[in-house]
C-alpha cells in the first residue's frame, strides 16, 4: 500500500511563500500522476493543482499564476511551490495520485495564512 508523508507547511503573511514536499512510497510513482489537493473547514477537499507521468500540469482557477507544482520521479517526490499566497489558501494541504485511484490518505501539511 503506498503512502503519501507530506511536509513543509506552516504560518506565513500574506503574499509570501512556501514550499511543499510529498514524498511517496513504492515503485510505480514514476507511471502515475500525482496531485495537491487541500481541505480547509467546514470546506469539502478539492484538487488544487496536478502534475501527470510526463509533466503535464493542472491548476486549479484560484492557484493559477500562483502555484507551481513539479516531481522529481528518482526521489519519488512531489512539489508545490505556492507564492502570493492569500488567507483564503489556508487548508491541509495534502498529496495523492491525479487523479485519485482509491488509495488511503496521508495527514497533509498545515497551511496557514495570516498576518
Known amino acids: 500500500q503506498v503512502q503519501f508523508v507530506e511536509s513543509g507547511g506552516g504560518l506565513v503573511q500574506p503574499g509570501g511563500s512556501l514550499r511543499l514536499s510529498c514524498a511517496a512510497s513504492g515503485s510505480l510513482f514514476s507511471i502515475y500522476g500525482m496531485g495537491w489537493y487541500r481541505q480547509a473547514p467546514g470546506k469539502q477537499r478539492e484538487l488544487v493543482a496536478g502534475i501527470t507521468n510526463n509533466a503535464g500540469t493542472y491548476y486549479g482557477d484560484s492557484v493559477k499564476g500562483r502555484f507551481t507544482i513539479s516531481r522529481d520521479n528518482a526521489k519519488k517526490t512531489v512539489y508545490l511551490q505556492m507564492n502570493s499566497l492569500k488567507p483564503e489558501d489556508t487548508a491541509i494541504y495534502l498529496c495523492?495520485?491525479?487523479?485519485?485511484?482509491?488509495?488511503?490518505w496521508g495527514q497533509g501539511t498545515q497551511v496557514t495564512v495570516s498576518s
Open positions: 495523492n495520485y491525479y487523479p485519485t485511484r482509491g488509495n488511503s
